[in-house]
């Protein structure tokens, strides 16, 4: 697995900082970067990072929760598709960020495993999550 080169990683970090859809789940909780791990294509190739952030305490956040369909075959440039699904979770203490250095973008915000899910996931019609 290659590692992220400095710029990289400051640049993931920057990605996952000023992102629209993170301060539309977080509104103005201060976040602190708690782990930045690349994230790679089967092969090896960089699509970005994954930054992990802590929030200053646990907190309930509700919003659009931006999410991939992974193409399993990478052949797709970006190799997803990216949408978002409306929940409420619960608990949440930190958040895992997937940033397309390329792409310049969001790909996927998910809370922390410990986090509950309140009530259900809508996803758009029409839409769902694979896995590889």
Known sequence: MPALAPG???????IAERSHDLRQLVG??????????PWTKSYGDLIGGMVR?????????????PILSYDCSETRIPPY?????????????????????RANQV??????????????????????????
């Open 8 to 14: 990289q990683r400051e640049r993931a970090i920057d």
């Open 28 to 37: 103005q909780l201060r976040l602190q970067v708690i782990g930045v791990v």
């Open 53 to 65: 952030l802590r929030l200053p305490r646990r907190a309930t956040l509700s919003g659009n929760w």
């Open 81 to 101: 598709i990216r949408f978002a699904y409306r929940a409420t979770w619960i608990g949440v203490t930190s958040v895992t960020v997937l940033t397309d250095i």
């Open 107 to 132: 790909a996927a915000i998910a809370p922390d495993p410990g986090a509950r899910l309140l009530g259900e996931a809508h996803l758009p019609r029409g839409q769902a999550s694979n896995t590889c």
